[in-house]
Structure formats: structure tokens, C-alpha cells
């Protein structure tokens, strides 16, 4: 009899929403540089509330977007729930014209499913709309309009919608999203031209370009998941140096263990979203990356002639006869652009293609790129110091400028190296 009531407790438990306030039954989705929405239990329904409005976009340290989002920011709040919960969700549009909201991925009754014109009427400027349904699936969906998509989506109106499984599933100790955006504003412009296709100049996490993207901060061995989505017009194949990881779900839902496969870059196209899972086995500071080289650059003009190994000596010794002060650039490839951009100045509210300064010099990279941090004994989540390779785990300078080694050590203790020591296992995805 105390066995039948023990086992009806523990199905009910794990039927039951949970009380509002009670700690949630599943680890909380942390979106870097984003929010959670926030709700509140109404008979039974978790009330949430996007306000679809323009907002201003921190890409990074020196650039502001003038973009249009949810509840102030781009990507709108993260929407986070359990499968089996009844959700109401109010939009309020304060935009200069109509919007609507769909939730993509997400299985809703016809009536919910937010197209503008096919489903609902448009959400014309000052009105509010109640979108309400009983979530049957768990995973990674995604909400934005469809009204004016072009325009909408190019101006950042996205957003994760999370669905977590239950009764939960193998539980993960850390869960990152992180929405991909490429955006094109003009130089010292402030707002991204929805018009363009596919030359785009500005490539964001979470609406940052690196170096404004925060780290995803790891303990040694945590088991991780990282959530990506992509509204955009061109697919990301983000890449993850350090480890191998298995990718467990896409807006469809979970992929079966026996259909999963080892991957280091996960391709993420439009209108879809990738989620992968590995244990993070290995200390370091390890890049986290779309592997489309120019997506991982700030401000990148692609109407250029090829300098690459052009010797422009002559040219400029006559273009500046003309232009004083010219510079020639590109001739030895990119890398020196950065120095260069930072002592000439660019336009106002742009960033230098390249920034983001580690303990062995300039890192080189922007756009979408940041980094995943795994330190052992990790108290909180705050950003830690830079990773510190142990003795004999580093590479090395055989040959070359003392003065230009000098620079690029760092002023690290280069005594003790030994080679051959250093210790994979970790890296190893266990399951
Ligand atoms: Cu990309």
C-alpha cells in the first residue's frame, strides 16, 4: 500500500508543474550576453510577455546596433519551459508597424501559429495579442515574426523557445544558447540594412561579435550542452576546438543515440537549430568558432582588389604624392591590419576586423568567435584569468627572433618543458 502511494507520488511529481518559485526540475539555460524571460503561474498557465520593439545592440566595445527585438534587446529573451506545461503568451507591439509571432518548431494548434494574414490578423502598432497552447514536445524551437520577415528578422527579432524534457532526461550541469546573426550595417552606421543578401559584414552570438562575446565558463568534467539557432540568410558551421561532441537534437527534437555521430564543427543552417552535448574533459581556453573564416571577422569589406603578394612600394610612393599619408595594405595578408586600423582610427561606430587581445598577443579574431573556458575547482561562473598551460604543454620556439619570442612569450616561465606528457583522455567523449 506505502509502495502503490510512493509510486503515484513520484508519477504525480513528475506530472505536476512546478509551484511558481519552487526550484526548477531541470538545469537552467544560460544564453551568454542574454536573458530569460521571466513568467508568472496564472491558474495553472505560465504567463509570459514579449514586447516586440526597437532596441539598441551592444555588438561590442565601440559599436551600438540601432536594431528592432523583444523586451529590449536582440536576441529577445530566452523562453524556457517543461513539456506538459500550458503557456499564454502576450506580444505587445510597440514597433512603427505590424508584427506577428511564430513559434518555430513548436507544435501548436493551427490558430497559434502566428502568420500574419494566413492564421491571425497582422498586430497592428499599440496592440496586444495572447498566443496560448500545451507544450507536447521537448527541445530546441525558436520564435520570430511573420509579418514582414525580411525586414523583421534582418533587424535581430528572434528568439530561443526551450522546451525541457519530462520527466528529465540525463541531466546536464551546464546548457548554453546561443542564436547566430549576420547583419550588415554600412560603415559608421548604426543600423543593419535588411535589404542586403548576402554580403554581410557583422557576424554575432547572442548579438555580440567577439571581442564583446562573454566565455562559456566550465567546471572540469561538467557534462555541457550548447544550443545554437540561425534565422539568418547564410548557414554557420561552428566549430569547437579541444573536444568531440555528439549532436543530440535539432527543432525536430532529440536525434536517437544510434544516429548520432562524432563531430568537431556542427553545420547550422537557416531556419534550424543544432544542439550538441560533450563532458568537458580537458582544461583550457578552448575557441568555440564559426569556421566560415570571414564570419569570424568584424567590419570586413569584401569589394577589394587581392594584394596578397603584390609589392606596392612604387604605387605608394606615388599615391602619396597624392594622398598624403597613404598605406599600402594587405601585401603581407591581414594580420597587420589590426595594429594599423588601431593607430589610424576607422569610422565611428565600427570595430577593427580583428580584436580581442589574449596573454600572447592579439587573438586575430572577431565576429563569431569566443571561447570556451573548463578550469578545475571553478567556485562560481564568473570569467577566469587566462588559461595557463602547465610545463611542457605548450608550444615552443625553436627558432627564430629572440626579440619577436620575447614579445610573444608573455613573460611565462618557459623552464621544464617536456613534451609528450600531456594527457588526452579527457578529450575523449566518454558515451
Ligand atoms: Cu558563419
Redesign the pocket.
Known amino acids: 500500500m506505502i509502495r502503490a502511494i510512493l509510486i503515484l507520488a513520484a508519477v504525480w511529481a513528475a506530472a505536476a508543474p512546478p509551484a511558481a518559485g519552487a526550484p526548477p526540475a531541470y538545469t537552467p539555460v544560460v544564453t551568454p550576453n542574454g536573458a530569460t524571460l521571466p513568467w508568472k503561474m496564472e491558474d495553472g498557465v505560465k504567463v509570459f510577455h514579449l514586447t516586440a520593439e526597437p532596441v539598441e545592440c551592444r555588438i561590442a566595445p565601440g559599436m551600438t546596433g540601432r536594431c528592432w527585438g523583444y523586451n529590449g534587446r536582440t536576441p529577445g529573451p530566452t523562453i524556457e519551459a517543461v513539456e506538459g506545461d500550458r503557456v499564454r503568451i502576450l506580444l505587445t507591439n510597440k514597433l512603427p508597424e505590424a508584427t506577428s509571432i511564430h513559434w518555430h518548431g513548436v507544435l501548436v494548434p493551427n490558430g497559434m501559429d502566428g502568420v500574419g494574414g494566413l492564421t491571425q490578423p497582422h498586430i497592428q502598432p499599440g496592440e496586444t495579442y495572447a498566443y496560448e497552447f500545451t507544450l507536447r514536445q521537448h527541445g530546441t524551437f525558436m520564435y520570430h515574426p511573420h509579418t514582414d520577415e525580411t525586414q523583421q528578422m534582418a533587424l535581430g527579432m528572434e528568439g530561443f523557445f526551450i522546451v525541457h524534457r519530462r520527466p528529465p532526461a540525463r541531466r546536464v550541469d551546464r546548457d548554453f544558447a546561443i542564436f547566430?546573426h549576420?547583419w550588415d550595417f554600412e560603415p559608421g552606421a548604426a543600423s543593419p540594412n535588411p535589404a542586403t543578401m548576402t554580403d554581410f559584414n557583422t557576424?554575432t552570438f547572442n548579438g555580440r561579435a567577439y571581442p564583446g562575446t562573454a566565455p562559456l565558463v566550465v567546471r572540469l568534467g561538467q557534462r555541457v550542452r550548447i544550443r545554437f539557432a540561425n534565422l539568418g540568410m547564410?548557414?554557420?558551421?561552428?566549430h569547437l576546438h579541444g573536444y568531440r561532441f555528439k549532436v543530440t537534437g535539432t527543432d525536430g527534437g532529440d536525434i536517437p543515440p544510434s544516429a548520432q555521430w562524432p563531430e568537431t564543427t556542427v553545420n547550422?543552417p537557416p531556419g534550424e537549430t543544432r544542439t550538441i552535448e560533450f563532458t568537458a574533459g580537458v582544461p583550457g581556453d578552448w575557441a568555440l568558432h564559426?569556421?566560415?573564416s570571414?564570419?569570424?571577422m568584424n567590419a570586413m569589406s569584401h569589394d577589394v582588389p587581392n594584394m596578397t603578394g603584390v609589392d606596392q612600394s612604387s604605387a605608394a610612393a606615388l599615391i602619396s604624392r597624392l594622398v598624403p599619408g597613404y598605406m599600402p595594405m594587405g601585401q603581407n595578408g591581414m594580420g597587420d591590419m589590426q595594429e594599423m586600423a588601431a593607430a589610424m582610427g576607422g569610422p565611428a561606430n565600427t570595430l577593427p576586423m580583428m580584436t580581442g587581445e589574449g596573454p600572447f598577443g592579439p587573438v586575430g579574431m572577431g565576429?563569431?568567435f569566443t571561447i570556451l573556458k573548463v578550469r578545475a575547482g571553478l567556485k562560481d561562473y564568473r570569467d577566469p584569468a587566462p588559461y595557463r598551460a602547465p610545463a611542457g604543454t605548450r608550444a615552443w620556439r625553436v627558432s627564430g627572433s629572440a626579440a619577436r619570442a620575447k614579445k610573444a612569450e608573455g613573460g611565462l616561465d618557459m623552464k621544464g618543458m617536456e613534451m609528450g606528457k600531456m594527457k588526452m583522455d579527457g578529450q575523449e567523449n566518454p558515451r
Open positions: 547566430l549576420e557576424f547564410d548557414s554557420h558551421p561552428i547550422v564559426c569556421h566560415k570571414h564570419h569570424a565576429g563569431m
